[in-house]
């Protein structure tokens, strides 16, 4: 049975850093595009990055890019999400997921696999 069980979320003051990690089991991902999403309250799910199957090509949100860094240790079965500058707008809850094909993508439909999330706030 296929899993994913992010960590790494908590409480943090604006302008820290946090890091999330994402850990698969039940089958190998290596050749499968994995990404990040988010969704705040009263809000839709919205992608925050997507790294391909060799982590060689990555996809940022605007709103995150240059503050947050995807990456992915396939050995592992594990993709990461390191968040800095974070500030209140990156409040919710951030769920991993994993693609239906090799390539990054930000389309929610094109991800077969999700975790349950984990809670990240971040205090003004």
């Known amino acids: 049975q296929v899993q994913l069980v992010e960590s790494g979320g908590g409480l943090v003051q604006a302008g820290g850093s946090l890091r999330l990690s994402c850990a698969a089991s039940g089958r190998s991902f290596s050749n499968r595009a994995m990404g990040w999403f988010r969704q705040a309250e009263g809000k839709g ?3 925050v990055a997507s790294i391909n199957w060799t982590g060689g090509s990555t996809y940022y949100a605007e709103f995150v890019r240059g503050r947050f ?20 707008e ?35």
């Open 90 to 124: 990156d409040t919710g809850v951030y769920y991993c997921a994993v693609c239906k094909g090799s390539y990054y993508s930000a389309r929610t439909e094109e991800y077969e696999y999700w975790g349950q999330g984990t809670q990240v706030t971040v205090s003004s």
């Open 45 to 47: 799910r919205e992608v």
């Open 69 to 88: 860094t995807i990456s992915r240790d396939n050995a592992k079965n594990t993709v990461y999400l390191q968040m800095s500058s974070l500030n209140p």
